[in-house]
């Protein structure tokens, strides 16, 4: 069974029950925001779209439960590499609050052809959801790689999406307000620092400035072939020290062979795996060195990451039943 294709058909029912019972009583629409974590990155760097709602209230339905939303981008400029559920401000999905009597949460983020169809519906009762759902959260975020430089990367929600949706705790529709429907990252290229001046040039330099007015001067001379001394043995001093640290501090590519990961598997493509981070449920996908078994699903990973292009590579994963 495709629980993904589970979902969607819910939501999509729901949405055709909401239209035929009509809306909840007037009041107050919830406002949905679309932000980012940074303005501007360097081609390479990690940023986050985040997506927010405000204005929910514990009154009968006026708490979220479920949503459906196309972003549109351009995937030359932003990869894809993961997404949450979790309200940071809270550390919960506040669309799988603690329950006993939880059906469970059901959610992905899936891009195809420059536009990532996010959902996420809500197995908390309405009850719950309408006493224990905060009134302001973040309910979705999409993690990205900047991938080339551009003045300003757009993500925005698609509003001619027939299927955009968002449910309060009744299953009908909730009434939002789209404060902001878009977010603009600038990308910068990724380029290195212009080094200082080197002692050396210094020198050389200084002493073409006096040689201008040393003429038979035994004493200028003297004094020019003092300071090319100094400076020149500033620089080996300086040379000297930056070997000693190259050799005394090895550069992170040389003494990391990775970065650790602990999450569980969620769904096995061949070698490559789904799997929600265990400190702050981020979802994301890597690859592996060979052919996963479906046994994996619902086991332990850790493991080594590290970056390769678009992909985050395991070399070597440790499986553990949880």
Request: proline content about 4%; some cysteine; overall charge negative.
């Amino acid at each position: 069974m495709n629980l993904g294709l589970l979902c969607k058909q819910a939501l999509c029912a729901s949405s055709l029950v909401a239209g035929m019972l009509g809306g909840v009583t007037a009041q107050a629409a919830p406002v949905v925001i679309v932000s980012a974590s940074q303005s501007s990155v360097h081609v390479g760097e990690s940023f986050s779209i985040n997506f927010a709602i405000a204005g929910l209230s514990a009154a009968n339905g006026n708490s979220l439960s479920g949503f459906d939303i196309n972003v549109l981008l351009n995937p030359a400029l932003a990869s894809l590499n993961g997404f949450s559920f979790t309200d940071p401000a809270s550390g919960l999905n506040q669309l799988d609050l603690p329950d006993p009597d939880s059906l469970g949460f059901v959610g992905d983020a899936s891009l195809s052809s420059g536009m990532i169809d996010a959902y996420g519906l809500s197995g908390n009762g309405a009850a719950l959801l309408d006493a224990d759902q905060a009134n302001g959260f973040r309910f979705l975020s999409l993690m990205f790689t900047a991938m080339a430089a551009s003045s300003g990367a757009e993500f925005s929600i698609d509003l001619t999406d027939p299927g955009l949706l968002f449910l309060d705790s009744q299953g009908a529709l909730l009434p939002i307000e789209l404060q902001t429907t878009q977010a603009f990252v600038e990308i910068t290229p990724n380029n290195g620092q212009v080094p200082e001046p080197g002692a050396l040039a210094l020198a050389l330099l200084a002493l073409a400035a006096m040689g201008l007015s040393l003429g038979k001067n035994a004493g200028l001379l003297r004094s020019a072939t003092a300071v090319l001394a100094l400076l020149l043995g500033a620089l080996s001093f300086s040379t000297a020290t930056q070997a000693q640290a190259t050799l005394s501090s090895p550069t992170p590519a040389a003494t990391s062979k990775g970065t650790p990961i602990d999450a569980v598997v969620l769904e096995i493509a061949g070698s490559r795996a789904k799997l929600k981070a265990v400190d702050d449920g981020r979802v994301f996908w890597i690859t592996t060195s060979s052919a996963l078994s479906a046994d994996k699903v619902g086991q332990r990973i850790q493991g080594l990451a590290q970056a390769r292009g678009d992909s985050i590579h395991v070399g070597s994963p440790s499986f553990s039943k949880l």
